[in-house]
């Protein structure tokens, strides 16, 4: 089955500062692989996805890439703020089912 | 608020009993998925069900069952509950099984095992 690996599982960032989560998968089958925040205690809350015919997503100060070849995306968070603090997590689907990573837990420092 | 609800809330169970959760689906969403969540990890997929069937598993157990309902909400059952199923249930509806799909997360049934 799917294995998704996710780098780093802490993340310390002054505010205003970039944060950058890496993954990467092993099926090739993956296709869409969504990225979620989890705030302490709530649900996980999709923020960025990308599919596999696309190389880059943008969205205000968030943007994920893709690199289908090596297996590996990415999440970049520019200008960071302390309401960006949360548990972060991938995802890779090659169908039916999600594969999460493990977490980034992100602290924006003001 | 993404529509999908889960009850109940909090659980405590003793180990050997059983236990069920609920979840109702988003508005228009035919596919329901469950995820155990242990404390610090990601979520781990447990199974999905389409149109009230299973379609397809994650690597648990067979005491972990599941149920959907012609309204397309959902039932996880666990059975002889072990102190390592204590952890946060996840259930996720999507508009359908296949394809780049988004998953929206219910708020989750946190489950303690003693």
């Known amino acids: 089955g799917e294995n998704v690996e996710q780098h780093p599982s802490t993340l310390s960032v002054q505010e205003g500062d970039s944060a950058v989560i890496k993954c990467t998968y092993s099926?090739?089958?993956?296709?869409?692989f969504p990225w979620y925040k989890q705030e302490l205690g709530k649900r996980p809350q999709l923020i960025i996805d990308?599919?596999?015919?696309?190389g880059e997503k943008k969205d205000q100060r968030i943007a994920v890439t893709l690199n289908k070849t090596a297996k590996h995306f990415s999440l970049h968070i520019t200008e960071t703020q302390p309401e960006d603090s949360a548990v972060y997590f991938c995802?890779?689907?090659?169908?039916?089912?999600?594969?999460f990573g493990t977490g980034t837990s992100l602290t924006v420092i003001p | 608020e993404t529509g999908v609800t889960q009850s109940p809330t909090h659980l405590i169970k003793t180990r050997g009993q059983q236990v069920t959760l609920r979840c109702s689906s988003q508005?228009?969403?035919?596919?329901v998925s469950w995820y155990q969540q242990a404390l610090g990890q990601g979520p781990q997929f447990i199974f999905q069900?389409?149109?009230?069937?299973?379609?397809g598993r994650g690597n648990f157990p067979p005491r972990f069952s599941g149920l959907q309902f012609p309204n397309y909400s959902s039932e996880l059952n666990v059975n002889a509950l072990e102190l390592d199923d204590s952890a946060l249930y996840l259930c996720?509806?999507?508009?359908?099984?296949?394809?780049?799909?988004?998953?929206?997360f219910g708020p989750g049934t946190r489950l303690t095992v003693l």
């Open positions: 996720a509806s999507s508009l359908a099984p296949v394809g780049p799909n988004e998953q929206f």
């Open positions: 099926d090739s089958a993956s296709n869409y």
């Open positions: 990308i599919r596999s015919n696309v």
């Open positions: 995802a890779a689907s090659p169908g039916n089912q999600f594969y």
């Open positions: 508005s228009g969403h035919n596919t």
């Open positions: 069900y389409y149109r009230e069937e299973e379609n």
